[in-house]
């Protein structure tokens, strides 16, 4: 079982739709969770963080923690072209293999 | 600051040989991370420094890789007896330990260095 899971891509939405993107963990001890962004040919960059069960919105963007379930969620709001991207699940120091996204015009 | 900075940029290296890379953390971070990425993965990570100490490495990683960060600065990655399958993107990253909770361990990525082995 790897570390880290994220749901298969590639994910097509069109402007201005929600993009949903799952994960799952495999150790239940895992206190951080994060979500970066990764551009084609540039490097991971923060999106946000999350450590604590429920919520937490950042603009456009919302973290959900579920630890009961290690399962941790990204909700893109009114997604936009810029937000083509590959977006990377980390727990700790592990990577997810990442969802590519696409926003279609 | 000028972020992470990783070089060479690209390495081009024959089966066999010996490679080395070099990473410089953003100077306040005390944590310094190696991850290795191909195409269509995730970073795979390698192992992690905080100052001079390797506090963890990959169980997957061969006798082949080793890291170092003598002075809790700058770090090297070399890999020794390159094989073709070494090919790939390395990336170097750094946090800050003492940043607050609200921030702590939140990885900043250099642009990478790539190895093709040929």
């Given at each position: 079982q790897k570390e880290v899971e994220q749901n298969s891509g590639p994910l097509s939405v069109p402007e201005g739709a929600i993009a949903s993107l799952n994960c799952t963990y495999?150790?239940?001890?895992?206190q951080s969770f994060f979500w970066y962004r990764q551009y084609s040919g540039k490097s991971p960059e923060l999106i946000m963080f999350i450590y604590s069960n429920g919520d937490k919105e950042d603009g456009r963007f919302t973290a959900q923690l579920n630890k009961a379930s290690q399962y941790v969620s990204l909700l893109i709001r009114?997604?936009?072209?810029?937000?083509?991207a590959t977006y990377l699940c980390a727990v700790r120091v592990s990577f997810g293999a990442g969802t590519t996204v696409t926003v279609r015009a | 600051d000028t972020g992470v900075s990783q070089n060479p940029r690209h390495k081009i290296t024959k089966r066999g040989q010996n490679v080395t890379f070099r990473c410089d953390p953003i100077s306040e971070h005390n944590r310094l991370y190696w991850y290795r990425q191909t195409l269509g993965q995730g970073p795979e990570f390698l192992t992690y420094f905080q100052n001079e100490a390797q506090l963890e490495k990959s169980r997957?990683?061969?006798?082949r890789f080793s890291a170092e960060r003598p002075k809790g600065s700058f770090s090297t990655l070399e890999i020794q007896?390159?094989?073709?399958?070494?090919s790939a993107m390395y990336l170097c990253a750094s946090s800050s330990l003492t940043a607050p909770a609200s921030g702590a361990n939140v990885l900043t990525f250099g642009a990478g260095s790539r190895l093709t082995v040929l």
């Open positions: 495999s150790d239940r001890g895992s009114d997604s936009q072209p810029s937000d083509s | 997957l990683l061969s006798d007896r390159t094989e073709q399958g070494d």
